[in-house]
């Protein structure tokens, strides 16, 4: 006769008991200011206090102003990086899930150590690799006297840096997603005679979908929010969305304006994160046993 | 395993040149750093450790150091305890609002570092907050809290939870489990979790820059010398940011494989 009802109720506060830090937390550091950005957004132009009539100016202003242009070049470009990136991981993520073994999380940590590092100072050594008398141009120079332009400032090189940076928030998803697949299913379809292409529509890409899909979320979310690329290797060829908001919170002083750029950028990448976290099991990715 | 061996050697052969490729602006930036010359020409006509050597009497860049180590302790202590808890109740137990909490969790993560600054900086504004190192670290928490909660539920999902009840069936009080039994199996979770905390904290830029005032991190530092123009001061603390990071995550790691392998002989 063991207490069975009782024990789940226990175990029902005791899980809550245990996420109250962390909800109690992130309501004061992560809900709290997302309200703010939404209550700046409605105060009238160029103020800084928070306690005024509200007014709909600044969303009209957004609305009839160019700032469209912004946002369709980030999350074009967003969208253009998690394509490179998906083509670039695939490989990597199917070579750490099946075929380094025992290599396999020296490689991981090979791949993490760059997060660490500030990405201004990554995309700095990339200047100074492909700048004129750089690490490249200068070599082809002195070794073979070609001599060519630099390749820094244009569009290109924004998605390249993108893609440079946001590799291992690709990366560690999708290899997540890949190590879901259980051998035995691959091994059976491929005793059934399936080819190489069926193997990896029926299965490999059905069952690593969780992993996957969060790689492209995950790495798309943060390109939006991209900066430093575009200002630091782009040399403002083109502005992102991130830019305008910076430019309205600085230059022009205006946080209603740039508060209410913030609220539009929210709503997307918001919308887009929820409905597709809704989607999945969390603890089947993570490794639940 | 005969079927495609080249095709194993082709993800090689791709994972290596991705590896270079990942780590070829961290070359460029030594190689600037070892140069005696106020410019950055390549092929480097004097090689030499000058800058290196200023670099490192400079007061301003030692009050640097400080402040970021400072940030990136306190970030540390924080964010492991808090997350230690979260992660139990995002793995191991079972109750109501799990699957929502889960989510609200992952929030933070999946969101545009620099509007979440400027969102903190808004909302320090709107409480009257001063901005300094202070703000800096609970601006760092919102986003590392819930990095660390997700790597140690890692290491949660693959506790056996019988372990702890098997503790309480011989008598043990909650205290004792905790200490002797929960701990010390969701130790390389902590530890994982607590590198990670320190080192992103140490290497973040978009949340610092709005919330630290008028303190400064290295990150902050180098990003407003890139802007006013070359100095090679920039390559040198840029290396030894980056090496400094190395350092840590490859000894933390060998410290886990470490203890691993002292466990491993001890139960033989």
């Keep these: ?289 | 395993m005969a079927r495609g061996n080249w095709r194993y050697g082709a993800v090689w052969a791709w994972t290596l040149t991705v590896v270079i490729f990942l780590y070829l602006p961290g070359v460029c930036l030594l190689l600037a750093s070892l140069t005696e010359s106020r410019y950055f020409i390549f092929p480097i006509s004097r090689w030499g450790l000058d800058w290196w050597g200023k670099t490192f009497a400079s007061l301003e860049i030692r009050a640097l150091f400080e402040t970021s180590v400072l940030i990136a302790v306190c970030v540390t202590v924080v964010a492991v305890t808090i997350a230690f808890f979260g992660a139990l109740a995002f793995a191991r137990y079972d109750w109501k609002g799990r699957a929502l909490y889960q989510r609200i969790v992952l929030l933070p993560i999946f969101f545009p570092q620099s509007v979440l600054g400027l969102a903190l900086l808004l909302w320090f504004s709107a409480l009257g907050v001063d901005l300094s190192w202070k703000s800096a670290i609970f601006a760092h928490l919102v986003w590392i809290v819930p990095v660390v909660t997700l790597v140690i539920s890692i290491q949660v999902y693959s506790f056996d939870p019988a372990l702890e009840e098997a503790a309480f069936d011989l008598g043990a009080n909650r205290w004792q489990v905790f200490r002797e039994v929960t701990l010390p199996v969701l130790f390389p979770g902590i530890f994982s979790g607590a590198l990670f905390a320190f080192l992103l904290s140490w290497g973040n830029f978009p949340l610092s820059l709005y919330t630290t005032g008028a303190d400064t991190t290295i990150p902050e530092y180098l990003y407003a010398k890139m802007v006013a123009g070359y100095t090679p001061g920039v390559p040198v603390l840029g290396t030894v940011s980056t090496a400094s990071a190395a350092i840590l995550l490859l000894g933390g790691y060998a410290l886990i494989v470490a203890r691993r392998r002292r466990r491993a002989a001890s139960e033989d």
Aim: net charge positive; glycine share 8%; aromatic share 14%.
């Design chain 1, 1 to 289: 006769m063991t207490p069975a009802p009782d024990q789940t109720r226990r175990k029902l506060s005791l899980g809550a008991w245990h996420a109250l830090p962390v909800i109690v937390f992130l309501l004061l550091g992560f809900v709290a200011p997302l309200l703010a950005v939404i209550g700046y957004s409605v105060m009238p132009e160029r103020t800084f206090s928070i306690w005024q009539a509200p007014t709909a100016e600044n969303y009209v202003t957004v609305f009839t102003g160019t700032s469209y242009i912004s946002f369709l070049w980030s999350l074009g470009l967003a969208a253009l990086t998690v394509f490179f990136l998906a083509l670039i991981c695939y490989p990597i993520a199917l070579g750490l899930a099946r075929v380094f073994g025992r290599w396999s999380s020296a490689l991981t940590l090979v791949f993490t150590i760059p997060l660490f590092v500030s990405e201004n100072v990554r995309m700095y050594g990339w200047i100074l690799f492909l700048i004129k008398n750089g690490v490249l141009l200068g070599t082809l120079k002195s070794l073979f006297g070609i001599e060519m332009d630099s390749w820094l400032f244009t569009r290109g090189v924004i998605v390249f840096g993108m893609v440079y940076v946001y590799l291992p928030f690709m990366l560690f998803p999708m290899t997540l997603g890949v190590s879901m697949v259980p051998r035995e299913t691959r091994d059976a379809a491929f005793d059934l005679g399936a080819t190489r292409w069926q193997v990896f529509r029926e299965i490999d890409l059905p069952l690593s979908m969780p992993g996957v899909v969060i790689g492209f979320l995950l790495s798309f979310v943060l390109a939006v929010g991209a900066i430093a690329e575009f200002k630091v290797l782009g040399g403002q060829q083109v502005i992102p969305i991130t830019h305008d908001i910076e430019i309205a919170f600085t230059y022009s002083q205006n946080w209603p304006l740039g508060a209410a750029l913030s609220v539009l950028l929210m709503l997307v990448v918001g919308t887009l994160v929820l409905v597709v976290l809704r989607r999945f099991d969390l603890d089947a990715i993570l490794g639940r046993r």
